[in-house]
């Protein structure tokens, strides 16, 4: 390690533990034991991210009116965390902890609050909260949101949405165009006599928290065989909310006796999420494992039906504390079938809706502990698959091995429902029985193509059961795979441009349609742009921007014109993730000549006359232009604090300026930037990680630094790096540890 500065640690501290912040501000923890080095991670998120993990807390509890800001928005997002009940049979899952696990976790809470006590988070201190002693049940609830919220969520959204388009009288033809296998089994009637209830909270509400939005992510590992090393190589890129600080990520080396591991966990909760040890590496991305489901409840009298009797729901009250106003008293009607989604005592349909691991926490916290003991593939499959959220892991070892494993509470449903549409409650075949065995879901072995990606596409022919009927767009994986297959020497320089790959199959699948239509039309600047250009969304790029108008003009003929109308087709394009998450969805009806969509009674026009229309639509907007626009010019974003979200002046340097974004929705490296009632978001790779097994070393690229005090110098130390591409190095043998920048050029893209 070079020129490390060791960290002050509170006393009283577990014998033998040393703490040292290497010259990129990571830490590096040695200790006895399992429990020092928990301790001393507890301790490391208090002091450097204190605010994030108390801020969390503050929100999965429902208590931001009562703590930092009272107002109607508090209100809105304290209610919706009280409808999830993420606190709820917490004690019930602590009591199902091994000893090992348990005594693990209170030395994360013990370091917590030693580093609450030493650096009490200034912001929080300001706004008047004096925190109370972070426990286990804090980590459990931290789990839990993390799981859930805008991933599972985003399932549960478009689930809805479903429910909207049958309501408005959208036909079966042009809603299995959209999603496939929707109507198998459609009851009309019964969703149709649904009542559908304001939400909770609006749509746009958590975009104005400082909860990070979850997204996509990419990850692989390649064997031997297809590298120069001859060892195996395993990348990792969450594309999460990167214009924040602090990143959602906090960067760790940790060393007990002859354990070693180190990459990035997430604070609140104690173990590295994503990372290596001597011998295993494991990387994640999200599985839109179909977790969420509704039923309709018929009710009447505060009961519900069930095999026609009547029974009554279980009453949850909630009192939302406020610091300056009246308490809020709120009522929750559950079942077996989770929150109903409106008031039983008014008679009528309503739904009820259930997120598998929503009372989970005990499995998950002892699958992570037995990984860190992991020596070889198969044992991290079989750890990593037990645990209770949805995602899939690539994992690579030292023998040579290569894996996939999908984790996930996956319900076992009856065999004519595939969880999409909502269920008939009272019928009790229709209830959840059971989860599928870990073993069962998709996962494997060493394939015989070389390698194993996974970008949130359609993974289900690798498993025994299907639980993916969502995914997103398989346009990252087909990339990432086809650079992958051409090649039998790939290296971490490689896997660090393939990283940064900008080239999007989805505008050749667009293209591929729309050039040949124009023939017919004059030639023009924005025709010639689009012939030329090499579906590459770099910074300099003009070709994307135009394709981008033509898409958007696109999107809104077919769907704006018949679906919701223009004005729906608006509201989820600017305040919700549905064209954001599921977008192929939207691009196969698109494509697809002989949907639906085109040339019927509500729309005279033809595929190919809608593309031409769409074109000429965006070429009118781009020849508005004094000179074209460069994709670097319409895709930036600020990175902003999580506590102020860009509300104080520059000058106090709580924000970044403007940085463009190279990447758009369907390239490997992501680069999404959106408004959502007036906030700028962006997905982006949150963090760069790579290893190769020859070596003991882990390549990363954090979206920020360490601190989330402003007044660190660790506050945006690696924003800087991050946009640049420079990679730092860890290595697994301290005596030999550098963090050396290496550079990748990336600014002339």
């Known amino acids: 390690m070079k020129n490390p500065t060791p960290i002050f640690i509170a006393s009283p501290k577990p014998q033998g533990l040393s703490i040292k912040r290497d010259n990129t501000g990571v830490p590096h923890i040695q200790a006895n034991n399992t429990k020092g ?64 696990t348990l005594e693990a976790c209170q030395a994360y809470c013990d370091g917590v609050n030693a580093g609450l006590q030493a650096k009490r988070a200034w912001v929080l201190r300001f706004l008047g909260y004096n925190p109370e002693p972070w426990t286990i049940q804090n980590s459990i609830l931290i789990l839990r949101m993390a799981g859930y919220l805008t991933l599972a969520q985003s399932q549960g959204e478009v689930e809805r949405l479903f429910v909207e388009m049958v309501q408005a009288g959208i036909d079966s033809e042009k809603l299995e165009s959209l999603f496939p296998g929707s109507t198998e089994h459609l009851n009309r009637e019964q969703i149709e006599a649904v009542t559908l209830g304001e939400r909770i909270v609006p749509k746009d509400v958590l975009w104005k928290s400082s909860i990070p939005r979850m997204m996509a992510s990419n990850s692989w590992v390649i064997a031997g065989n297809k590298t120069a090393s001859k060892s195996p190589i395993m990348a990792n890129d969450p594309h999460l909310e990167v214009n924040r600080l602090p990143n959602v990520w906090y960067e760790q080396s940790i060393q007990w006796q002859d354990r070693q591991i180190m990459g990035m966990g997430m604070p609140g909760v104690p173990g590295i999420i994503i990372g290596r040890s001597k011998k295993v590496a494991w990387g994640a991305t999200y599985t839109f ?151 069962n879901l998709p996962r494997s072995l060493n394939p015989k193509e070389g390698y194993l990606v996974t970008a949130n596409q359609d993974l289900n022919h690798l498993g025994k059961t299907n639980p993916i009927n969502m995914p997103m767009g398989d346009y990252r994986a087909k990339r990432i795979e086809s650079v992958l297959a051409t090649s039998n020497n ?18 050749d699948l667009f293209l591929d349609i729309l050039l040949p239509l124009l023939k017919q ?13 090499d579906r590459q969304y770099d910074l300099k790029s003009i070709g994307a921007p135009l394709f981008e108008m033509f898409y958007a003009a696109l999107r809104k003929e077919i769907f704006g014109n018949e679906m919701l109308g223009s004005e729906i087709i608006n509201h989820l394009t600017e305040k919700t993730g549905i064209f954001i998450d599921f977008y192929q969805n939207f691009d196969r009806a698109m494509l697809n000549e002989n ?49 102020f979200q860009g509300k104080l002046p520059a000058i106090f340097g709580f924000d970044t300026r403007p940085i463009p974004l190279m990447g758009g929705r369907a390239t490997p490296h992501q680069g999404q930037i959106y408004k959502s009632n007036g906030r700028s978001t962006s997905f982006a790779p949150s963090v760069r990680l790579i290893t190769d097994m020859s070596e003991n070393t882990l390549h990363t690229c954090l979206a920020g630094g360490p601190s989330d005090s402003r007044f660190s110098k660790w506050y945006k130390s690696g924003v800087k790096d991050w946009i640049l591409g420079n990679y730092k190095t860890l290595s697994l043998n301290p005596e030999i540890n550098k963090e050396q920048t290496e550079r990748k050029n990336v600014t002339s893209s």
């Open 289 to 439: 494992m179909d977790t969420v489901d509704s039923w309709v409840e018929n009710c009447q009298g505060g009961c519900y039906e069930r095999e026609h009797q009547w029974h009554p729901f279980t009453v949850r009250k909630e009192t939302i504390k406020r610091k300056k106003r009246t308490d809020v008293e709120i009522t929750f009607y559950e079942n077996q079938h989770g929150v109903l989604d409106g008031n039983p005592n008014h008679a009528g349909k309503y739904l009820a809706t259930r997120w598998s691991p929503a009372q989970s926490g005990a499995q998950t916290l002892m699958a992570s502990m037995q990984l860190i003991n992991a020596d070889t593939a198969e044992q991290a499959m079989k750890h990593l698959g037990d645990i209770e959220s949805a995602w899939n892991w690539v994992i690579a070892d030292t023998e040579g091995n290569i894996a996939y494993q999908m984790s996930g509470l996956m319900p076992v449903r009856h065999p004519q429902w595939n969880g999409f549409s909502p269920a008939p409650g009272w019928d009790p075949a229709y209830d959840w029985q059971g989860f599928v065995n870990p073993r």
């Open 521 to 533: 039309v004059g030639d023009s600047r924005a025709k010639s742009i689009l012939k030329d250009w």
């Open 595 to 643: 949907s639906g969509w085109f040339a019927n009674k509500n729309n005279s026009r033809t595929r190919d006359e809608t593309f031409i229309e769409a074109f000429s639509i965006a070429q009118k907007t781009f020849e508005k232009q004094a000179k074209p626009t460069q994709w670097q010019e319409q895709n930036k974003v600020s990175f902003v604090n999580q506590i």
């Open 37 to 100: 080095i928990s301790w001393g991670m507890g301790y490391c998120h208090s002091i450097d991210r204190g605010t994030q993990l108390l801020m969390m807390r503050i929100l999965g509890q429902g208590r931001l009116s009562e703590l930092l800001s009272d107002n109607d928005e508090s209100v809105a997002i304290d209610t919706f965390f009280r409808s999830a009940n993420w606190g709820g049979h917490i004690d019930e899952q602590i009591g199902l902890l091994d000893s090992t």
């Open 490 to 507: 790939h290296t971490v320089e490689s896997t660090k441009a393939l990283q940064f790959d900008v080239y999007s199959q989805q505008a």
